[in-house]
DNA sequence: ACAATTTTTGCAATAATGTTGCAAAAATTA
DNA sequence: TAATTTTTGCAACATTATTGCAAAAATTGT
């Protein structure tokens, strides 16, 4: 847990390492609120702003832009190097349960643009019922 | 201009006519603070949230997610029926100039989720450069 | 292991964003 | 045009995000 932070050369502290665990602990990705709202973390809301924020610039994790005005964050399983995110999976939000999923298999795909537009990145979400919420 | 509101069974009043002006003669998508900093606008901030939701509501416009945790608006171009949104196609935000635009005739792909899944909606949006912005 | 340096944290203050209740104003209905 | 319904704007409040700065913690070099 801690060489990921080493990695990336961050100091070791016990709010990276208690953040860091409550994403490799939770199957989906995480809100803002997530993090600052559970129990046993006890730091300040700052703190969590400015650690989300800087494991976004090395690469940690990744931002999920969702429809309702939240940003969530989730862990990038490939290496990503800093700022630059190999962010080219889909992500899965459950009508049900709300929880977030990375379908890290599932690539996006290329689409054709207009004349004249040049892509740089894509990023595709797709919302429906996760494999739990299915009897 | 009135007839989309007549349409939607919603009362012409003069907030709502500035703001759906104000989509139509606008090439992008606009975020909330767009419309409420528009010189010529004048309602209040309140005014603004609720017509963009009724808006929403009736199918008139539809929101666009952002990774800057901001929710973009636009027009819907194909008649979308109340909360029923026909929003398949894909979103171009342009690196350059900000501008996020609808590219209504790309449709967003299908893609083949993981056993277990089942998909309802889909969205992608694609950043890079924009036809204007090129030279 | 310890002192010096750098980085991170937490607090306070502030800004920005979003929501709700209610009375006045405007729009629709009849 | 009067009665009814809807919408607006104000005020108050709630939530979310940002910044400066001193104290605390982590890292570095010896």
């Keep these: 847990m801690e060489d990921i932070l080493k990695k990336n050369g961050l100091s070791i ?3 990276r390492k208690k953040i860091l665990d409550l994403f490799t602990q939770s199957e989906g990705a995480l809100a803002h609120a997530d993090i600052e709202n559970h129990t046993t973390a006890g730091f ?3 703190t969590v702003y400015r650690t ?3 494991f976004v610039e090395k690469g940690i994790i990744h931002q999920i832009p969702t429809i ?3 940003v969530l964050y989730a862990l990038c399983k490939q290496a990503c190097g800093g ?3 190999h962010d080219d999976h889909v992500h899965f939000i ?3 349960c709300g ?3 990375c379908l890290d298999d599932v690539l996006v795909p290329e689409v054709k643009l207009p004349r004249g537009f040049k892509p740089a990145q894509s990023s595709m979400t797709v919302t429906g019922t996760c494999k739990n919420c299915r009897d």
Tied chains: 1, 2.
């Design 52 to 54: 989300l924020q800087t």
């Design 94 to 96: 459950c009508a049900q």
């Design 99 to 101: 929880q977030t999923i």
């Design 44 to 46: 300040d809301r700052v």
């Design 83 to 85: 700022g630059h995110h």
């Design 68 to 70: 309702d005005n939240s």
């Design 13 to 15: 502290t016990e709010s």
